[in-house]
């Protein structure tokens, strides 16, 4: 996708990296990182946002522990100068960073139990349940993966949060198929990603896409 760069780390760092990371962050993101319950999800909090910090600093030109973040109402976080957004699953982050797009990305380990709940049915449009019922039993996973994080990346990107309802807008989600969106998008763009093995995700960005 043209004028948005991606990247993809572990969050799982050893301990002198970690510490460095750790220095990048402000008060608030350190009281942040202390509640969360589990020592294995403060740590992976850590090295995104210090990441996060390093990337943004290298596109600004300024030290990363400088970087001051603003949000908008649905608690999107912005800096100026530079669009980027962030998603993390399990032990992997993707970074989505544009000088002149508006991006969203999302990433999500494969779990079929979670697919195979009533989600659909609950977020998904009326097309898109009937397209993702329609598939042989042994796509469907992949399927509901693909629309899944399609749908997240085109919320983040639009920065709304949930006042932006998951059923309003179509995409495609047939294994195969190419990512797109089939209706209530507008001028937007989204391109599929396999970032590792057992991992899907999408990128969406402002404007129309070219390759």
Same mark, same amino acid.
């Given at each position: 996708?043209? #004028?948005?760069?991606? /990247?993809?780390?572990?969050?799982?760092?050893?301990?002198?990296?970690?510490?460095?990371?750790?220095?990048?962050?402000?008060?608030?993101?350190?009281?942040?990182?202390?509640? /969360?319950?589990?020592?294995?999800?403060?740590?992976? /909090?850590?090295?995104?946002?210090?990441?996060?910090?390093?990337?943004?600093?290298?596109?600004?030109?300024?030290?990363?522990?400088?970087?001051?973040? *603003?949000?908008?109402? =649905?608690?999107?976080?912005?800096?100026?100068?530079?669009? /980027?957004?962030? *998603?993390?699953?399990?032990?992997?982050?993707?970074?989505?960073? *544009?000088?002149?797009?508006?991006? #969203?990305?999302?990433?999500?380990?494969?779990?079929?139990?979670?697919?195979? !709940?009533?989600?659909?049915?609950?977020?998904?449009?009326?097309?898109?349940?009937?397209?993702?019922? *329609?598939?042989?039993?042994?796509r469907q996973i992949e399927g509901f993966f693909n629309c899944w994080t399609r749908k997240e990346a085109y919320i983040k990107?639009? #920065?709304?949060?949930?006042?932006? !309802?998951?059923?309003? =807008?179509?995409?495609?989600?047939?294994?195969?198929?190419?990512?797109? =969106?089939?209706?209530?998008?507008?001028?937007?763009?989204?391109?599929?990603?396999?970032?590792?093995?057992?991992?899907?995700?999408?990128?969406?960005?402002?404007?129309?896409?070219?390759?």
């Amino acid at each position: 996708m043209t #004028g948005v760069d991606l /990247f993809c780390h572990s969050l799982d760092v050893d301990a002198s990296r970690l510490n460095a990371l750790q220095d990048l962050l402000t008060a608030d993101e350190r009281g942040r990182a202390a509640r /969360f319950h589990f020592e294995k999800h403060r740590r992976r /909090f850590i090295a995104a946002r210090g990441m996060l910090r390093e990337l943004l600093g290298q596109y600004l030109a300024m030290d990363a522990a400088a970087i001051e973040f *603003s949000y908008n109402p =649905f608690g999107k976080p912005a800096v100026d100068g530079v669009y /980027f957004n962030l *998603s993390h699953s399990d032990n992997l982050a993707l970074y989505a960073v *544009s000088r002149t797009r508006e991006v #969203g990305v999302d990433i999500e380990r494969v779990n079929p139990a979670f697919a195979g !709940e009533q989600i659909p049915e609950q977020y998904f449009s009326p097309a898109e349940v009937k397209i993702l019922r *329609s598939l042989p039993k042994d796509r469907q996973i992949e399927g509901f993966f693909n629309c899944w994080t399609r749908k997240e990346a085109y919320i983040k990107a639009r #920065g709304l949060g949930l006042s932006l !309802e998951l059923d309003s =807008f179509d995409v495609t989600l047939a294994p195969g198929d190419p990512a797109a =969106f089939l209706r209530g998008a507008g001028d937007w763009s989204i391109e599929a990603l396999e970032p590792a093995p057992g991992f899907v995700g999408a990128v969406v960005a402002a404007g129309t896409a070219v390759r």
